[in-house]
């Protein structure tokens, strides 16, 4: 349900969204959904700062597949981060290494 229901329709992308919205969303309740995060041995905010970052990735390819300028400022807060420094972390928790490390990574 998460999958069809958030990821699909890319709810994770508004700066607002809280785990009562998922929860309206998939139709269960925030103790079933708190309990299915801790069972997948993560939190609400790991999984929405994760879709994030796969969406941050995303638009970063595009862009420099059709040689777009673009900021990293610019992209994070495209994918849903309401501020650059909620951005880093979550990349770095994520990814193992910061935004810029990995683009330079990519580009190499």
């Known amino acids: 349900l998460l999958e069809g229901r958030v990821e699909a329709t890319q709810l994770y ?11 309206k969303a998939i139709g269960t309740n925030r103790s079933y959904l708190s309990l299915y995060f801790k069972r997948q041995n993560t939190t609400y905010n790991a999984y929405i700062n994760g879709l994030r970052v796969k969406h941050f990735i995303r ?7 059709a040689k777009r300028t673009f900021t990293v ?16 972390k979550a990349f770095k928790q994520q990814m193992g290494e910061t935004a810029t490390a990995w683009m330079r990574d990519a580009a190499e």
């Open 73 to 88: 400022q610019q992209l994070a807060e495209e994918s849903g981060f309401r501020n650059y420094a909620t951005f880093g």
């Open 13 to 23: 992308l508004r700066h607002d969204i809280k785990i009562g919205d998922l929860c």
């Open 59 to 65: 638009l970063y390819r595009e862009a420099v597949a």
